[in-house]
């Protein structure tokens, strides 16, 4: 019974993280070969992994081996340093979805849910992670119009996100 109780403990924490927030769904079709490259951070919900970096980008790109590897660069202004983060993620449902699982640590994977993206060209992606606290504004240029930037906190507030403290990415 004891190991029984181990194991369903240890499988919930590996896997918990993989949810979505309520009533948000991945965007749908998504193909993959046209999302990878650079993205640059906008905005973000302020997190510990990511707390004080400016000029925070990620790079996508797809490994023999069928998983994405994971860039994430940004600059420490407080220690005059650049910290680089490098990752996998795998898709959780299909791949023609807009949902993987991301892992930074080991075997401890956090969902990546993208629920808006620009389906004709893939300049910009909304992205939230398995709740309410994670939330970014990708784009593949340093600066976007004031209307996406107005367009993200009206569906991110819609979907019920803390816009008012929402952090926005200096870039340079």
Same mark, same amino acid.
Request: aromatic content about 14%.
């Given at each position: 019974?004891?190991?029984? #109780?181990?194991?369903?403990?240890?499988?919930?924490?590996?896997?918990?993280?993989?949810?979505?927030? @309520?009533?948000?769904?991945?965007?749908?079709?998504?193909?993959?070969?046209? $999302? #990878?490259?650079? +993205? &640059?951070?906008?905005?973000?919900?302020?997190? *510990?992994?990511?707390?004080?970096?400016?000029?925070?980008?990620?790079?996508?790109? #797809?490994? @023999?081996?069928?998983?994405?590897?994971?860039?994430?660069?940004?600059?420490?202004?407080?220690?005059?340093?650049?910290?680089?983060?490098?990752? =996998?993620?795998?898709?959780?449902? *299909?791949?023609?979805?807009? $949902?993987? =699982?991301? *892992?930074?640590?080991?075997?401890?994977?956090?969902? &990546?849910?993208?629920?808006?993206?620009?389906?004709?060209?893939?300049?910009?992606?909304?992205?939230?992670?398995?709740?309410?606290?994670?939330? +970014?504004?990708?784009?593949?240029?340093?600066?976007?119009?004031?209307? #996406?930037?107005?367009?993200?906190?009206?569906?991110?507030?819609?979907?019920?996100?803390?816009?008012?403290?929402?952090?926005?990415?200096?870039?340079?």
């Amino acid at each position: 019974m004891r190991q029984l #109780l181990l194991i369903t403990c240890c499988t919930l924490l590996l896997t918990g993280c993989l949810g979505m927030p @309520a009533g948000m769904q991945p965007v749908q079709p998504f193909e993959l070969p046209r $999302y #990878l490259g650079q +993205w &640059y951070e906008v905005a973000r919900l302020d997190h *510990s992994f990511e707390r004080g970096l400016s000029r925070v980008s990620a790079d996508y790109s #797809l490994q @023999a081996n069928g998983q994405v590897q994971v860039v994430n660069r940004g600059y420490d202004a407080a220690s005059g340093r650049w910290r680089e983060a490098v990752g =996998k993620a795998y898709f959780v449902a *299909s791949s023609d979805q807009g $949902y993987l =699982k991301v *892992s930074f640590f080991g075997p401890f994977y956090g969902s &990546y849910v993208i629920f808006e993206l620009d389906q004709q060209d893939y300049r910009y992606a909304f992205v939230a992670g398995p709740n309410r606290d994670y939330l +970014w504004l990708l784009a593949r240029t340093p600066q976007v119009s004031p209307a #996406l930037r107005e367009r993200f906190v009206a569906v991110a507030r819609a979907h019920g996100f803390a816009t008012e403290q929402l952090i926005w990415v200096e870039q340079p």
